[in-house]
Antibody, heavy 119, light 112 residues
């Protein structure tokens, strides 16, 4: 059974750095056919793709947020970590991680974690 | 970046009637490998998104056959043959042909 679970702080202050962890089970992060993406959704707004990491540790980032994002993984722990620097209230959103299978797209999603940015 | 544009943004539908959502990309989604990586997601209220359709027209595991996808190049359509109450929610197209992946704005399906 494939599962993904996001974890991290529910509240961060402006200018702080957000660190989110996606813990996966039911598949290996070393599987060449699979990768993991982070996607966010501000309250009442659309989905926004943020970052992706491949099995070989290569990555890709949202153009507009590239300077603030870092994605990494620890295969032995089955975890994918996203850091976002210089948080702002506009970054308040539910953050999701999703498994990406080549050719299929985002086939499994975590439940999401709501992060609020406020002083 | 590829821009994905969905229409309509809101779709009131009568139960049992069909529904259709369009998605247009700002450039062709045909990958160099010949595939077109266009997917459709459903997001029910308070839930994470769920994959419905991948590579234009392939239903994901467990997706009812009343959902179908079609299209090519830059124009794609999601159709629901007979809307049921559980279909209420947001629908998104997403392209995975090119990084960064990009989503449409979402279409809200509601019952009249």
């Amino acid at each position: 059974q494939v599962t993904l679970k996001e974890s991290g702080p529910v509240l961060v202050k402006p200018t702080e750095t957000l660190t989110l962890t996606c813990t996966v089970s039911g598949f290996s992060l070393s599987n060449a056919e699979l990768g993991v993406s982070w996607i966010r959704q501000p309250p009442g707004k659309a989905l926004e793709w943020l970052a992706h990491i491949f099995s070989n540790d290569e990555n890709s980032y949202c153009t507009s947020l590239k300077s603030r994002l870092t994605i990494s993984k620890d295969t032995s722990k089955s975890q994918v970590v996203l850091t976002m620097t210089n948080m702002d209230p506009v970054d308040t959103a539910t953050y999701y991680c999703a498994r990406i299978r080549g050719g299929t797209g985002p086939d499994y999603w975590g439940q999401g974690t709501l992060v609020t940015v406020s002083s | 970046d590829i821009v994905m544009t969905q229409t309509p943004l809101s779709s009131p539908v009568t139960l049992g009637q069909p529904a259709s959502i369009s998605c247009r990309s700002s450039q062709s989604l045909v990958h160099s490998d010949g595939n077109t990586y266009l997917s459709w997601l459903q997001q029910r209220p308070g839930q994470p998104p769920r994959l419905l359709i991948y590579k234009i027209s392939n239903r994901f595991s467990g997706v009812p056959d009343r959902f179908s996808g079609s299209g090519a190049g830059t124009d794609f359509t999601l159709k629901i043959s007979r809307v049921e109450a559980e279909d209420v929610g947001l629908y998104y197209c997403v392209q995975a042909t090119q990084f960064p992946h990009t989503f449409g704005q979402g279409t809200k399906l509601e019952i009249k």
